[in-house]
């Protein structure tokens, strides 16, 4: 199987193509980013070839794409690749604007191809772990939810308001709003947010906090901030406190770790799931057995359009219907 990649403007890109060269029977034909010092680093660092202008990897002989580019140039390249007949995963948020993420289902479904979007968290452990509890109806009925998916703000396109269509909240919310989504199958009907900068001196918003009210009467809350400092020894977190009426779960997908004390500070030694590689593994079979993919165009369709709801709450200081 043959499969490429465009851009790695996103710092998932480099799993994501580390994921690819451990499959057995896989290809990875080129990398396509129009950064060429970027593009030939990586490409060499990936023992494969580098194209300037991603339409010519595109005609090359390859059956499937990971789109790791900046978010407003999400729908440019899912739609191309997906007129030429090839499979898409595609890094979230699938798209900077709802009706371009719309657009980029509807011509994914017009040309039979799969749009798969990247929610590597559905990978984790634990978060897997904890879904198998709710599905059992341990905790009886849902009631509520309280996320966090704070991170260090990346810097470079992604406070660049037009390449990422927004700061924190775009970037963190999605996550955790798809793990619910899948946790319960509800959805969000409305959302109520704050969203501000405090943090850095970039002019993108670095901090929000998000109130959720659901289908069958759920509630959830979420901080989506990039409030991790530089000297902070992980990227960020990913956690869950989960109420049920029979009882309470918390979930901390990052946990699997060891905290190393030196004279140099708090350390992070990782030890847990490699979520790339099992997220990339699952597109490459959904491929290869032309099966319904996992997460889906619409999982980041209906992730991404609480995030913009979010951004208009806060400027209208209302909540907002999604109704």
């Given at each position: 199987m043959k499969v490429g990649m465009i851009s790695f403007a996103h710092g998932h890109a480099y799993g994501y193509a580390?994921?690819?060269?451990?499959?057995?029977?896989l290809e990875l034909v080129g990398i396509a980013d129009d950064n060429l010092e970027r593009g030939k680093k990586?490409?060499?660092?990936?023992?494969?070839n580098h194209y300037l202008d991603y339409h010519e990897l595109l005609d090359?002989?390859?059956?499937?794409?990971?789109?790791?580019?900046?978010?407003?140039?999400?729908?440019?390249?899912?739609?191309?690749a997906a007129r030429k007949?090839?499979?898409?995963?595609?890094?979230?948020?699938?798209?900077?604007?709802?009706?371009?993420?719309?657009?980029?289902?509807?011509?994914c479904k017009e040309n039979n191809v799969i749009?798969?979007?990247?929610?590597?968290?559905?990978?984790?452990?634990?978060?897997?772990?904890?879904?198998?509890?709710?599905?059992?109806?341990?905790?009886?009925?849902?009631?509520?939810?309280?996320g966090t998916n704070r991170g260090t703000n990346?810097?470079?396109?992604?406070?660049?308001?037009?390449?990422?269509?927004?700061?924190?909240?775009?970037?963190?919310?999605?996550?955790?709003?798809?793990?619910?989504?899948?946790?319960?199958?509800?959805?969000?009907?409305?959302?109520?947010?704050?969203?501000?900068n405090k943090i850095s001196d970039h002019d993108i918003d670095d901090c929000g906090l998000l109130t959720m009210e659901f289908d069958n009467n759920m509630f959830a809350t979420l901080d989506c901030s990039w409030s991790?400092?530089?000297?902070?020894?992980?990227?960020?977190?990913?956690?869950?406190?989960?109420?049920g009426t029979n009882g309470t779960l918390a979930v901390d997908a990052f946990e699997q770790k060891t905290n190393v004390y030196s004279n140099d500070g708090v350390q992070w030694d990782f030890w847990g799931d490699n979520m790339d590689d099992a997220l990339v593994a699952d597109f490459i079979t959904t491929v290869k057995e032309k099966k319904h993919p996992s997460i889906t165009g619409e999982d980041g369709l209906k992730a991404l359009e609480v995030?913009?709801?979010?951004?208009?709450s806060s400027e209208k200081k209302q909540p907002v219907s999604l109704t």
């Open positions: 580390s994921a690819l060269q451990k499959i057995k029977g990586v490409a060499a660092q990936f023992q494969t090359q002989d390859i059956e499937a794409v990971i789109i790791t580019s900046e978010n407003s140039l999400h729908m440019e390249h899912v739609v191309t007949g090839i499979h898409i995963l595609c890094e979230k948020p699938l798209a900077s604007k709802v009706e371009d993420a719309k657009k980029m289902i509807q011509i749009l798969q979007t990247a929610f590597p968290v559905r990978f984790n452990t634990p978060i897997i772990n904890a879904k198998k509890i709710i599905d059992s109806g341990e905790l009886g009925k849902i009631i509520a939810i309280k990346p810097g470079g396109w992604f406070v660049d308001k037009e390449k990422s269509g927004g700061g924190a909240v775009i970037d963190h919310t999605v996550h955790v709003v798809d793990v619910i989504r899948w946790y319960t199958g509800a959805e969000v009907t409305e959302v109520y947010a704050e969203v501000d991790r400092n530089k000297t902070y020894p992980t990227w960020g977190d990913v956690t869950l406190e989960i109420i995030a913009i709801a979010a951004y208009e």
